[in-house]
């Protein structure tokens, strides 16, 4: 069954309605972030330890993304990537303010049970899953981030290299090398 | 999640040769996907939405005072500021009567011009909700008065003055988390802030710096950094240099406080704004060799030999602390204010201070007024000055941005010396050797994401 895009199918053509609308009332705010609040949170979860800590980072996001809004204009930077830059920015405040006592770079160890009709086939998704996890791990933060942008925050290429202020064939590239390095590592 | 679904969401990944990534691309969606928001997070997020600070607005002002240039920042929030006044127009007209009959009393009881607790300016009184936030939480108070810029022949202060109001509560929304802040028009030449549950007046003061970010063309003239100089825009008078391009030419979406990955050390970067990179790039191949010299507040943060065309995109590294740098991001973000602003009052109201016994404008002891002469090192409202050692050098491939400062505690503002002028500064591309001073082009970026 083809499951519907998550974003892609749902309307990006009234997205610049949306926005000029929060531009002008806060109010109107609502369907934008609730467009985004999966992936950013996503994004957000991939990069600290605690669902909790995840989530006021994620509605620190939007806060600021609220306040920041009436200045934003597209000239050439996506909404997407503009909202990724100040999760972005978020996300690195927080390293900083946990440095001391937390370790960087936990990955999120509780995943949400994969749910299947098969006992056994469940297990080996964990196993799978749990393996990802480990080699995840062991990649730098530059590769983890740009993963977490492509596959949590569904980023496309080209508004992952806004949010990282590099080309978008230098991004393309570097995901595709990611993912070939984790194929090696990783028989799926 | 299905093959074709997989290949069309990850199109770019799995294209050509590429499709045996498809099974990984599969388990990384999976684990992506698995991480879903918890769902109180939603509500949580619009709870905080509806009780984000409102901006009063003064009923002299919004309508008839439009924004004095095309800064875009000033009109999306102006027309931001123009919907919260309608959305409280019919507060205000309820409360109108009531308002008017215990003005006339106060003004009966305690003479005009000296009222007792908050000022009776001008401009509406706050509505019901604000004042009785501010009496119950106590906060910062502060009026500052405003007057046109030695190097502004054409200021309209009646105009400027709502171009301050909107800027000023664009930094202050930006720096201080709380409800029902109000900033308005108190006087022909006076703002009135209050900012409910703010317990000290250390953040206010290097907000109310102009935060003006001025490109100087000082020919072959090498100017010391840290001196004050005087700026002009068009007809310059002798002892004053043209400022070629200033932080409105900047986009503002671009500056970014971030850390350099090489030095450590906090900096601030940008990107000119349309037109503007071009005439940048034009201007710096056409002056190679001259001195290109950067100032905020009409004090020198840099001076530099342009070496080469530079295309636009650059960073201001040797600020200082991270706080400097975070409110010089904060000025450029925000825009400069028009106007100077001194601070005139400003106090720490205790919470549940009554209104009749918080502060009085008129009885209240003053700061000290600043008079500040052009070029005239900034005092009372001044904090933020570059040390020595600030440079400009060609955007890094990927610094580590900072974001802007939201909830959490609020450290003291530095205050720092803007230096002798003795050291030599330099502005070199990243990862060169540090060279005699020059103004060179950004190097290829290299591939370095993340932090």
Redesign the interface.
């Known amino acids: ?3 519907p ?1 998550e974003r892609e199918s749902d309307a990006v053509e009234d997205e610049p309605t949306l926005i000029a609308a929060a ?5 109107a ?2 369907p934008l ?2 467009r985004y ?2 992936r950013v ?2 994004y957000v ?2 990069h600290v330890p605690g ?1 909790d800590e ?2 006021d980072i ?3 996001v ?3 993304a ?3 809004l ?4 597209e ?1 050439g ?1 996506p909404f997407a990537a ?1 909202l990724f ?2 999760a ?3 996300v ?2 927080s ?1 900083r ?1 946990r440095r001391a006592t937390v370790a960087l770079e936990t990955l ?1 160890t509780s ?2 049970p ?1 749910m299947g009709q098969e006992p056994e086939a469940d297990l080996l ?1 964990r196993e ?2 749990a393996r ?2 480990e080699l ?1 791990a062991e990649l ?3 590769k983890r ?4 942008l ?3 925050g ?1 980023l ?2 080209p508004e992952i290299a806004a949010v ?4 978008p064939a ?1 991004v ?1 590239k ?3 090398r990611i ?2 390095s ?2 090696e590592r ?1 028989d ?1 | 999640m299905s093959d074709p679904e997989l290949f069309r969401r990850y199109a770019d990944l799995l294209e050509g040769d590429a499709s045996e990534l498809a099974p990984l691309a599969g388990q990384l969606d999976s684990f992506y996907t698995a991480l879903e928001p918890p769902a109180h997070l939603e509500l949580a997020i619009e709870r905080a939405v509806r009780t984000r600070p409102v901006l009063a607005t003064s009923a002299t002002g919004t309508e008839g005072a439009q924004p004095r240039h095309s800064d875009k920042r000033v009109h999306a929030q102006t027309e931001r500021r123009t919907f919260v006044k309608s959305r409280h127009l019919q507060t205000f007209a309820a409360c109108a009567a009531a308002f008017v009959v215990v003005a006339l009393m106060a003004a009966l009881l305690h003479g005009f011009g000296v009222g007792v607790g908050r000022p009776a300016g001008p401009g509406p009184r706050l509505d019901n909700g604000q004042q009785q936030n501010f009496d119950r939480l106590g906060g910062v108070y502060a009026v500052v008065q405003a007057r046109c810029p030695a190097d502004a022949p054409d200021c309209d202060l009646a105009k400027g003055i709502q171009e301050t109001i909107t800027v000023l509560f664009g930094r202050l929304s930006a720096t201080f988390d709380v409800a029902e802040m109000v900033v308005r028009q108190n006087g022909p030449d006076s703002i009135l802030i209050e900012l409910p549950g703010v317990k000290s007046t250390a953040q206010l003061a290097p907000l109310l710096n102009r935060g003006a970010l001025s490109f100087l063309d000082t020919g072959a003239t090498f100017v010391p950094v840290g001196s004050l100089v005087g700026v002009c825009t068009t007809s310059c008078q002798p002892g004053e240099y043209k400022a070629v391009f200033t932080g409105a030419d900047l986009d503002p979406n671009s500056v970014t406080a971030a850390f350099d990955p090489n030095s450590g050390q906090p900096v601030v970067i940008f990107t000119f704004e349309g037109t503007a990179r071009a005439h940048f790039a034009d201007y710096t191949r056409t002056h190679i060799g001259q001195y290109l010299t950067i100032a905020l507040d009409n004090r020198i943060i840099e001076s530099a030999t342009i070496q080469s065309e530079i295309n636009g995109e650059g960073q201001i590294v040797g600020l200082g602390t991270l706080d400097v740098v975070r409110k010089v991001a904060l000025y450029l973000q925000r825009g400069a204010l028009p106007l100077e602003l001194t601070v005139q009052v400003q106090r720490v109201v205790a919470p549940g201070t009554p209104p009749a016994s918080g502060v009085s404008c008129g009885q209240g002891t003053p700061l000290p007024t600043p008079t500040r002469e052009r070029g005239a090192a900034p005092t009372a409202t001044s904090t933020i000055s570059p040390t020595p050692s600030a440079t400009l050098a060609t955007i890094p491939p990927t610094p580590t941005p900072i974001p802007a400062r939201g909830n959490g505690p609020q450290p003291t503002p530095t205050a720092e010396s803007g230096g002798d002028g003795c050291s030599t500064p330099t502005v070199w591309p990243r990862n060169t050797p540090t060279p005699a001073a020059t103004l060179t082009p950004p190097p290829t970026p290299a591939a370095t994401p993340g932090r």
């Open positions: 069954m083809v499951l895009l531009q002008c009332d806060s109010h705010f609502g972030y609730r609040l999966a949170y996503r979860r991939a669902e995840a989530a994620t509605q620190q939007f806060l600021q609220l306040d920041a009436p200045r934003y204009s000239r930077v503009w830059r100040i972005r920015h978020t690195a405040d390293y303010r999120p995943l949400h994969v998704r799978s899953l990802l996890r995840l730098d933060h530059g981030e740009l993963l977490a492509r596959f949590g569904q496309s290429s990282v202020g590099r080309s230098a393309k570097e995901l595709t993912l070939q984790l194929k990783y799926v």
